[in-house]
C-alpha cells in the first residue's frame, strides 16, 4: 500500500483534520490522525491493518495500548492470525496490564498502536512485555508522525505511513499566539 493510498483513505473518512489541536503528548499541531474515523469501517481498518502486518517481523503475540491502539493491534493480529491483548489506564492514568492477560517469559510482541508522535504509551507498552519477562521485536503503528523522533531503545518502529508534520511545544506555538481556539480530539 502506497503512502497516496493510506492518505487517500484518511482523506475519503474525514480522517485528516486540520486545524489547531492539542496531542496527547502535550504538543500543538495543525493537523490531527483521527484513527477512529478510519477504523469505524471494518474494511477500511482491515485494508490498513493488513497492509502494516504484512512489513512486521514475526511474533508470538500482539499488544496495543488503550485506547487507541486496540482496533489497529486486534487487525493486525487477525491478520497474523495472532492473540492481541491491550495494556489500558489505571486509576492514576499510567497503563497496565488487566482482565487477566498473560505474558509469558521469553514471548516475543509486535507493539501495536495508531499514532505515534512521542511514543509514550507505546514506551509504557514495552515496559509492561519487559517487566513481564517478554521480548518485544518490533512496534507497529498506521501512522508516524513523530519525524524520527521516537525511539524505543533498539525495538524497530516500522509503519505504513511515515509523514513529517510540524508539532509545537506550548510556549511556542504559533496558532495560540494567532489567538486560535486549541482542540483535544484524541483519547
Do not use: W
Not at 7 to 20: C, K, N, P, R, V
Amino acid at each position: 500500500m502506497t503512502d497516496a493510498e493510506v492518505l487517500q483513505i484518511f482523506s475519503d473518512t474525514h480522517a485528516l483534520l486540520e486545524g489547531h489541536f492539542l496531542l496527547r503528548s502535550g504538543l500543538h499541531s495543525r493537523q490531527f490522525f483521527q484513527c477512529a474515523l478510519v477504523l469505524q469501517y471494518p474494511r477500511q481498518a482491515e485494508k490498513l491493518c493488513a497492509a502494516l502486518a504484512a512489513k512486521l517481523p514475526a511474533a508470538d503475540a500482539v499488544i496495543s495500548p488503550a485506547m487507541g491502539g486496540l482496533f489497529v493491534g486486534h487487525e493486525v493480529g487477525r491478520a497474523l492470525g495472532l492473540r492481541h491483548i491491550f495494556a489500558e489506564k489505571n486509576a492514576m492514568g499510567a497503563l497496565e496490564l488487566r482482565r487477566n492477560f498473560e505474558i509469558k517469559p521469553g514471548q516475543r510482541f509486535l507493539v501495536v498502536e495508531d499514532v505515534v508522535t512521542r511514543g509514550g504509551r507505546v514506551q509504557e507498552t514495552i515496559n509492561i512485555v519487559k517487566q513481564r519477562g517478554g521480548q518485544v521485536v518490533a512496534v507497529g503503528t498506521v501512522v508516524d508522525r513523530s519525524g524520527g523522533k521516537a525511539d524505543f531503545s533498539g525495538v524497530p518502529l516500522v509503519s505504513l505511513l511515515k509523514l513529517q508534520i510540524e508539532t509545537f511545544e506550548l510556549s511556542a506555538c504559533p496558532l495560540c499566539k494567532e489567538g486560535k481556539p486549541v482542540v483535544k480530539p484524541g483519547s
